[in-house]
C-alpha cells in the first residue's frame, strides 16, 4: 500500500511541471515548478545551456570591475539544441573566450595568449614580468613572429638592419661608437654548461673547453651568426661567418676554473646596439667530481652604441620582400663600414659608395625634416614623418592590444596602429585587423551589421558602465575613471551593444519575449509606491521606464 501511494505521488508531482521536466530536472509540487538539472535550462528543462566564460563585454559591477562570467562569453550566440556556442569570425573557445590569432599567424609565427607571451621574454632583455591577474590575460592572443618576420599577422618581412656609416667617425662629434662586449664567469671543475642568446641556446660546452670550443659553440648560434645571402650561379646560397670574439683571460686556460679567476670576454661584431645578454642554460652545469654549487655570471662590460637601425637609416624598406632600396650613394655592407661581400653582406646600406655633402631626398629631407649638415647628414623628420629621407609617414599610436608587460600584471603600451594593423606608410592610414577600427585600430568594433543588428548602441566600456540600471533604474559605476587603471586598461577600447527594448544578445539580434506573473505562485503582492506632491501651481507627470 505504502508504494502504490508513493508511486501516485510522483506521478502527480510531475504531471504538473511542463513535460514532466524533460526528463532533465526535478519538478517541485507546491508550485509545479522545474528544477533542472546542470547544463539545462528553460521552463521545462528542454533547453541547454552553453559555456560561461569571462565576458568580453559587461556592464561594471563595481569601480573599475567588470568582465563578469557569461554564457559563451557575452560574445556567441547559445545553440539551445546542442549547447555550443556559435562565435563570430575573429573568437574561439568552448565559451568564444579567446580573440583568435589573425590568419593562424600566417605559418611564420605562434599563436599564444598575454600570460603566455610575457613568459616567452628573453630574460636576456630583462626582467620577466607575469602577467596572470588581469582579465585578459588568457582571452587576448596574438603572434609571436618567427626570426625575420613582423606585424599583427606575422606578414611582413623585416628588411636588415645596420650601423649607420656616418656616425661614430673620427670627424662626428658624438664621439666613438663601441661592440658590445659581455663579460663570463664560469666556477666548476666538472661537467658542461650552456649559453643562450636571443633564446637560441648553445650545445653543452666542457667545463675545460678551451677558446677555440667556446667560440665555435657562441658562432654557431643563429642570433650570432651572421647569416647573408650572395648570388651564385643564379640561385641564392648561405653563408655563415662567425661574428663573435671570443678572448679568454688565460689564453692558454680554459673556461671554467675552480676559484672563478678566470674569465673571457664575448665581443659582438655584427650584432649592433644595446643588444641583450648572455643567459646561462636551465641546467648550468652537471658535476661529475665535486658537489660544489656551480656559478656561471654574465656581466655587460662595454654597452654597445652603434645603431641598429633598419637599412642603416640609409634606404627604404619593403615590408613584403624584406628588402632595402638603399639611398643615393649607400650600397650594403659588411657592418665594419666596407662594402659587402660575398662572405659578409647585410643587406642594408650602411657603405658609402661616394662623398656625402647633402642630406637623403630629391629635396632635402623631403622637404618634412631638418638635415642635420657634416659630418652625419641625417634628417630629423618633422612630427609625423619618419624614414631616412623622412618620405615615409607615421600612423598614430595608441595603447597596443598585444604586448610584453612592463611590470607585473602591467602591459598595452602605446604602438603604432595599436599593434592591430599595418601602417601605410604612403599615407599615414593604418589598415585595421578584421574587428578593429578607430585611427589607431585602437577600438574592438561592436558586433552586427548594421552594428548591434540596429537594434542598439554601440558603446565603450566606460559608457555601458555609465548606463548600468538595476531593476529598470539607472545605478551607474565608474569604469576607467581610475588614471593608468591596469585592471581598466580597456575602458575606451572594449565597446559592446547597450540594446533597446525589447532586443537581447550579444549583438542585440535576438528578441525579448513578454514577462508576466508565474500563476502558479500565488504569494505575491502588487509593488504599491506612495507619491507626496508639494506646490500651489503648476503640474507634475510620472513616468515608468
Not at 227 to 255: K, L, Y
Not at 422 to 447: H, I, M, V, W, Y
Request: charge should be negative.
Amino acid at each position: 500500500m505504502r508504494t502504490t501511494l508513493f508511486l501516485s505521488f510522483v506521478v502527480a508531482c510531475s504531471g504538473c511541471c511542463p513535460n514532466g521536466c524533460s526528463g532533465h530536472g526535478d519538478c517541485t509540487s507546491h508550485n509545479c515548478q522545474c528544477s533542472c538539472i546542470e547544463a539545462y535550462t528553460g521552463v521545462d528543462c528542454s533547453l541547454r545551456t552553453c559555456p560561461f566564460g569571462k565576458s568580453w563585454v559587461s556592464v561594471a559591477t563595481d569601480a573599475d570591475t567588470a568582465h563578469e562570467v557569461a554564457e559563451c562569453s557575452n560574445k556567441g550566440h547559445c545553440d539551445r539544441s546542442l549547447g555550443v556556442c556559435s562565435c563570430p569570425f575573429g573568437f574561439e573557445g568552448l565559451s568564444c573566450n579567446r580573440r583568435s590569432c589573425p590568419t593562424l599567424c600566417a605559418g611564420h609565427g605562434t599563436c599564444m595568449s598575454m600570460s603566455e607571451y610575457a613568459s616567452s621574454k628573453d630574460p636576456g632583455e630583462g626582467t620577466v614580468f607575469e602577467y596572470n591577474d588581469v582579465w585578459d590575460s588568457d582571452m587576448i592572443f596574438g603572434c609571436k613572429c618567427d626570426d625575420g618576420f613582423t606585424g599583427p599577422d606575422c606578414m611582413s618581412k623585416l628588411c636588415p638592419t645596420g650601423d649607420d656609416p656616418l656616425t661614430g667617425t673620427s670627424a662626428d662629434p658624438a664621439g666613438q661608437q663601441y661592440n658590445e662586449i659581455q663579460k663570463v664567469q664560469c666556477t666548476a671543475t666538472g661537467g658542461t654548461f650552456t649559453l643562450s642568446f636571443q633564446q637560441k641556446t648553445t650545445k653543452p660546452i666542457p667545463y675545460n673547453a678551451n677558446s677555440a670550443a667556446v667560440s665555435t659553440a657562441i658562432n654557431a648560434l643563429p642570433s650570432v651568426a651572421a647569416i647573408h645571402r650572395r648570388s651564385q650561379g643564379g640561385s641564392n646560397a648561405v653563408v655563415s661567418t662567425p661574428t663573435a670574439t671570443v678572448t679568454f683571460s688565460d689564453a692558454s686556460g680554459t673556461a671554467c676554473s675552480s676559484d672563478g679567476s678566470q674569465t673571457f670576454t664575448v665581443e659582438f661584431t655584427q650584432n649592433f646596439g644595446d643588444i641583450p645578454l648572455l643567459v646561462p642554460g636551465t641546467s648550468l652545469l652537471t658535476h661529475t667530481t665535486t658537489t660544489t654549487t656551480p656559478s656561471v655570471l654574465v656581466t655587460e662590460l662595454t654597452k654597445g652604441s652603434k645603431e641598429n637601425d633598419r637599412c642603416s637609416n640609409r634606404g627604404v624598406c619593403d615590408i613584403l620582400t624584406g628588402i632595402c632600396t638603399c639611398n643615393l650613394l649607400y650600397d650594403t655592407s659588411n657592418g665594419a663600414a666596407g662594402i659587402g661581400t660575398q662572405f659578409l653582406n647585410r643587406g642594408d646600406c650602411g657603405y658609402v659608395t661616394s662623398t656625402i655633402t647633402n642630406c637623403p631626398g630629391e629635396v632635402v629631407c623631403s622637404g618634412h625634416g631638418v638635415c642635420a649638415g657634416s659630418p652625419t647628414y641625417r634628417c630629423n623628420c618633422a612630427e609625423g614623418w619618419t624614414g631616412s629621407d623622412c618620405s615615409e609617414r607615421q600612423c598614430p599610436f595608441h595603447q597596443s592590444w598585444f604586448d610584453y608587460p612592463s611590470a607585473t600584471g602591467t602591459a598595452h603600451a602605446r604602438a603604432e596602429c595599436s599593434g592591430a594593423g599595418l601602417c601605410d606608410r604612403s599615407k599615414g592610414t593604418c589598415q585595421c585587423s578584421t574587428n578593429f577600427e578607430g585611427s589607431a585600430c585602437e577600438r574592438q568594433s561592436c558586433p552586427g551589421t548594421p552594428t548591434c543588428s540596429g537594434h542598439g548602441q554601440c558603446l565603450t566600456m566606460q559608457l555601458l558602465a555609465e548606463r548600468r540600471k538595476v531593476d529598470g533604474n539607472t545605478v551607474s559605476k565608474t569604469y576607467g575613471s581610475t588614471p593608468n587603471s591596469r585592471m581598466a586598461w580597456d575602458f575606451d577600447k572594449i565597446q559592446g551593444c547597450l540594446c533597446d527594448e525589447s532586443f537581447t544578445g550579444y549583438d542585440c539580434s535576438e528578441r525579448l519575449c513578454p514577462f508576466g506573473d508565474d500563476p502558479y505562485t500565488q504569494s505575491g503582492v502588487h509593488e504599491v509606491q506612495a507619491i507626496t506632491c508639494r506646490g500651489t501651481t503648476g503640474f507634475f507627470f510620472s513616468a515608468i521606464s
